[in-house]
Each structure stands twice: as structure tokens, then as C-alpha cells.
């Protein structure tokens, strides 16, 4: 379980909540994680530079995974899917993306390798 809140500079803030857990060494682990990033308010202004008023900008993000080690190696593969919504002023996005992972890990050599692709995706709207 890990849960998080940084306060950047400018108002911006960042909180997120992951939580991981083992059924057993056979199944592998499954994990869920929500992401929150507030960019804080912004004073909006038409191209003449007359103020309209305050509007507010965030990202959020969910995701699922799993990983699973690759029995009687040393190499694990995991996988997650992510569903994204960003929003700014009165625009909205919502997107659907996924990581991949392979990991070699040996207890008896002094290095860990891993191979990511992050972010694969679709802008649903």
C-alpha cells in the first residue's frame, strides 16, 4: 500500500494511492492505483487581455495490472491498463492506455534489467 501528496511550486499538487498485493507465487500479484495531478486555478483572458474569470485544470488516471513471474526462469512480465481523464477550463479528454513490462532478476548477479513500454494508448474523446 502506498499513498502519496506532494505540493509542488504554483499550486500544483499531486496525490496518488497504489496498492499491490501477492495471491501467491503461482498466480502472481494484481494491483490497482488511482493518480490525481491538480495544476491548480489559472485566471483565464479573452486575446484582447481582459480577465473572463478563474478556471482549473487536472489530470487523473486508474489503473489495474498484474505481473507474474515466468516459471522456472528468472524473468517476470507485467501489464498494466490505465484509464485517463484530463480536463482544462471546459475541454475534456478521456483516454485509454496500458504499460508492458519484462524483468530479469537473479539473486545471484549484481544488476536487474528491465525492458518497459509505457503509455501505449487511445484518445477515446
Do not use: C
Not at 499491490?20 to 500479484?29: C, E, F, K, S, Y
Not at 522456472?72 to 508492458?100: C, H, M, P, Q
Not at 539473486?107 to 525492458?115: F, G, K, N
Amino acid at each position: 500500500l502506498s499513498v502519496n501528496y506532494l505540493n509542488y511550486l504554483a499550486d500544483v499538487n499531486l496525490t496518488s494511492a497504489t496498492f499491490a498485493h501477492m495471491i501467491n507465487p503461482r498466480l502472481g500479484t494484481f494491483h490497482a492505483g488511482i493518480t490525481y495531478l491538480n495544476y491548480g486555478k489559472f485566471i483565464g483572458a479573452g486575446e484582447d487581455g481582459i480577465e473572463t474569470g478563474t478556471f482549473k485544470a487536472y489530470d487523473l488516471a486508474f489503473s489495474v495490472g498484474y505481473s507474474y513471474h515466468i516459471f522456472k526462469t528468472d524473468f517476470f512480465v507485467g501489464a498494466n491498463v490505465k484509464l485517463i481523464n484530463s480536463v482544462i477550463e471546459n475541454y475534456s479528454s478521456f483516454g485509454i492506455g496500458a504499460d508492458l513490462s519484462l524483468l530479469y532478476y537473479n539473486e545471484y548477479q549484481p544488476y536487474v534489467l528491465t525492458l518497459v513500454v509505457r503509455n501505449i494508448g487511445y484518445q477515446v474523446t
